[in-house]
């Protein structure tokens, strides 16, 4: 079992940034695939960004250039770097790992964002 603590959420103001973190409680080694996504209001939740164990990374049209996924694999987390926020940003945002072929998702950590 993989516990995931998502941290960093907050309020922003547009154009500014925000780090989040997701810290799992296994092995990044250990993950087939780590995914963040998010969900705003009235929405659909929406994968903003994922990375693989080799470390291919897909982003959506709406965040690529100003959103980063990295592996932090010393500190076994997944963290989000968004840059140039949107009010459109705002959301819950979570993350989601596959491990030996089960997902577990975090509790998710809220941004927002003030025009």
């Known amino acids: 079992q993989v516990q995931l603590v998502e941290s960093g959420g907050g309020l922003v103001q547009a154009g500014g940034s925000r780090r989040l973190s997701c810290k799992s409680s296994?092995?990044?080694?250990?993950?087939?695939?780590m995914n963040w996504y998010r969900q705003a209001p009235g929405k659909q939740r929406e994968l903003v960004a994922r990375v693989t164990t080799g470390g291919t990374t897909d982003y959506a049209d709406s965040v690529k250039g100003r959103i980063t996924i990295t592996r932090e694999n010393v500190k076994n987390s997944v963290d989000l770097q968004m840059n140039s926020l949107k009010p459109e940003d705002t959301a819950d945002y979570s993350c989601?790992?596959?491990?030996?072929?089960?997902?577990?998702w975090g509790q998710g950590t809220q941004v927002t964002v003030s025009s």
């Open positions: 296994v092995s990044l080694f250990s993950l087939s695939a």
């Open positions: 989601d790992v596959v491990f030996v072929g089960q997902n577990y």
